[in-house]
């Protein structure tokens, strides 16, 4: 809710200070219906709440000036995702966005940050810097700490003990579909069983190389098998968001309990008016979000765009 109250005040605002439709690209499917709610007879926005339902454009930093706005107020505030140890976090930008470009960005709600970073610094405390045995006993909820639950049925009955010591290809057999989610759980796995390993007094090296690198998943394999949807795992749209890599399931608070129906259909504009401010973050999503549109349009029949790559599967 918090967005919305930014940007309501920001659009009363604007009104207020009588700022002509040119100043202002407003086609943001939430814009255009709070714009349309706060005054929908103004003459000035009466054609601009009518554009398409896409995305939030930019305000231009000369044009507020009327409106006594600035980078640093509470009303607009840039927010940057960093990655630290392959976890997405979240800072605020002290400096000002973009301003090669002179735009201000739009920050995303304090609530969402908030559960960003609780849930990064619990990744951290319970798998990385350190390893709670306790929560591997219940490995269902290992699973969800790791933004992963729905993969728990495919290691119904098996003990942690022996999970871990799965392969890709075991992974693979149990139904794992998604190759970014295998390589999550197997990096996962890793650190468990390094941890095992130094208590023994035993040093491994800090990163294990997927046995997908001598299989026929490897990248550069002309036997590996074509990119396949998995309708069961899109329905965890955390879970979903992970298999692009990258912990990106982290960010799936921004989205603010939006289907995967309607994730596929947003573009970058889209991305950024939710307030994910970083432009790599932004490609890779819409790439993997095109990447399964196509795939579903192409069991439908339905012709597609030029497919891109499916993002790295980068190491956590």
């Not at 970073?117 to 909820?141: C, G, H, M, S, W």
Request: net charge positive; charged share 30%.
């Amino acid at each position: 809710m918090a967005s919305l109250f930014s940007i309501s005040l920001v659009a009363k605002n604007l009104i207020k200070a009588n700022i002509k439709q040119s100043t202002l690209r407003l086609n943001n499917f939430t814009c255009r219906n709070i714009l349309r709610g706060i005054n929908s007879s103004n003459s000035n926005f009466s054609s601009i709440i009518n554009l398409s339902s896409r995305s939030f454009s930019f305000i231009t930093k000369s044009n507020c000036d009327t409106t006594k706005f600035s980078l640093t107020s509470n009303i607009i505030k840039p927010t940057v995702i960093n990655f630290k140890r392959g976890l997405a976090t979240v800072t605020e930008n002290t400096e000002n966005a973009d301003s090669e470009t002179d735009t201000v960005e739009i920050e995303a709600p304090k609530e969402v940050q908030e559960k960003v970073e609780k849930t990064r610094q619990y990744v951290v405390d319970n798998y990385i810097a350190k390893i709670n045995y306790e929560l591997l006993e219940d490995f269902p909820k290992w699973l969800e700490g790791l933004g992963m639950k729905a993969m728990a049925p495919h290691f119904e009955g098996k003990k942690w003990n022996d999970i871990i010591e799965l392969s890709w290809e075991d992974l693979e057999s149990l139904g794992v579909k998604s190759r970014g989610i295998r390589t999550r759980l197997i990096r996962f796995f890793w650190k468990v069983k390094r941890d095992m390993a130094a208590k023994n007094g035993v040093e491994l090296p800090p990163k294990e190389r997927a046995s997908r690198d001598n299989s026929s998943e490897s990248e550069d394999s002309p036997s590996r098998k074509p990119f396949e949807i998995d309708y069961k795992l899109m329905e965890d749209e955390e879970c979903w968001l992970h298999s692009f890599g990258r912990s990106y399931g982290l960010l799936y608070p921004y989205f603010q309990g939006r289907k995967w129906q309607q994730m596929l259909e947003m573009t970058d504009d889209d991305l950024k008016a939710l307030g994910i401010t970083n432009k790599t973050v932004r490609k890779a999503l819409t790439q993997n979000f095109r990447r399964h549109k196509n795939a579903i349009n192409a069991e439908k029949g339905i012709p597609t765009e030029n497919t891109p790559n499916q993002t790295k599967e980068y190491s956590i």
